[in-house]
């Protein structure tokens, strides 16, 4: 007999929103395939449920390496306009006009590269957004720079030894409201802040003596915290190579980010999020597996 | 003169060719090595062109124009090379700053 588990989205599924919400319930999720078991997305209570939670979603079901080949289900929201949206997401073939009904959801495999830099598909979606936006120019360079960035820290920042096997997951939307696009980039590694070239940035600097680690006090953390963007933003924090050369990307992502291109510019990792316009970090009270980027291009 | 985007790629990828494709480490080797030692044995000055690309990776500059340090000596390059970016100045300070090592 198959075991299933049922986790129930809150009314705000968003990482942006709500992030303890959001984290806590697809960290539930991933705690049902470690026990075995297949999940029951339950998003009945939905009113929200926006690309940052869709994005974690699609990774979860599609990573072999999280979910373990067990089946993921959905029940829809109760809300007529949270329904379409999700519907609108297109991930889910099969749709039942009851609203309790479970729906399985497709796990078509998702096509991926040997290598974790694509520039091509950079390149084509810069193409598309500046069609889409109506851009006199074809090129965007920041948002061709940031993708690339983005792309090429994932393994920078993954779990020593195993690089390359944490996925990068890119998603691509029209944002209605602010006549823009929503970019959500995903990768379900250990999160930036907990990764190998930060921590041994932290062992190493006498600065960090003490150095609290997720779930320590909130002040000292966010310190801790806010200390950690500031080196990566200037580049301080080297890859776990130690090569002088490297550490750039972040530098760059935070320069592209004030572009007047970009709407809003959000990282959340581990227990913090950054907002990278302001240079403000804020703490969660949870800890996100993966280091997620969502902005909006204008 | 050499002109990455229509020489190499108008979408330059990232550091490694194990990154994927076009990366600052396959242009170092098939362009920018060769053209190096070419305006060497030349005596002559080379050109490079950044303009009209869709952008850059810090991390492909990073590693063409640094592994072109090494190779040849920072002063042998500083002599040699010079850059345009006209879509966006900031890179030549960039990638000057990554020949001198900084």
């Known amino acids: ?298 | 003169m050499l002109k990455i985007s229509e020489d190499f790629s108008d979408a330059p990828g990232a550091r490694f060719e194990a990154d994927g494709p076009d990366s600052g480490e396959e242009f170092f080797k098939r362009l920018l090595k060769p053209r190096f030692e070419e305006a060497a044995r030349q005596d002559r000055l080379l050109l490079v062109d950044l303009d009209d690309t869709f952008g850059y990776a810090s991390s492909f500059l990073s590693e063409a124009f640094s592994s072109l340090e090494e190779e040849f000596g920072v002063e042998n390059v500083k002599a040699r090379v010079r850059i345009k970016s006209d879509d966006d100045p900031d890179l030549i300070d960039f990638v000057n700053e990554i020949i001198e090592g900084n």
């Open chain 1, 1 to 298: 007999m198959s075991i299933e588990k049922k986790v129930l989205a809150p009314s705000d599924c968003s990482l942006i929103n709500s992030p303890e919400r959001t984290i806590n319930f697809f960290q539930v999720a991933r705690d049902g395939y470690s026990e075995n078991q297949s999940v029951i997305y339950d998003l009945s209570q939905a009113l929200e449920f926006d690309l940052t939670a869709f994005a974690i979603m699609v990774a979860l079901i599609k990573d072999r390496n999280i979910n373990r080949g067990l089946v993921s289900k959905m029940i829809y929201p109760v809300d007529q306009d949270c329904r379409r949206r999700v519907q609108r997401y297109g991930l889910w073939k099969a749709a039942s006009e009851e609203e309790s009904d479970v729906v399985q959801i497709e796990t078509v495999p998702q096509r991926i590269t040997n290598t974790n830099v694509a520039n091509r598909v950079a390149r084509r979606i810069v193409l598309e957004c500046s069609s889409f936006l109506d851009c006199p120019e074809q090129k965007i360079p920041e948002l061709y720079s940031v993708l690339i960035e983005l792309m090429a820290n994932t393994n920078n920042h993954a779990v020593p030894g195993e690089t390359g096997r944490f996925a990068w997951w890119l998603f691509v939307r029209p944002n209605e409201d602010v006549q823009g696009i929503d970019f959500v980039f995903l990768d379900l590694g250990v999160g930036v802040f907990e990764s190998l070239p930060v921590r041994q940035h932290v062992t190493r600097s006498s600065d960090y003596s003490g150095s609290p680690r997720v779930g320590a006090e909130s002040f000292v953390r966010q310190r801790h915290i806010s200390k950690i963007v500031g080196e990566l933003s200037k580049g301080y924090i080297k890859s776990s190579t130690g090569d002088p050369d490297r550490g750039l990307g972040f530098p760059l992502i935070f320069e592209k980010a004030k572009s007047d291109r970009f709407e809003r510019f959000t990282m959340i990792a581990n227990d913090g999020t950054v907002d990278l316009k302001k240079r403000s970090v804020s703490l969660i009270n949870g800890n996100f597996l993966g280091t997620a980027f969502h902005f909006v291009l204008r």
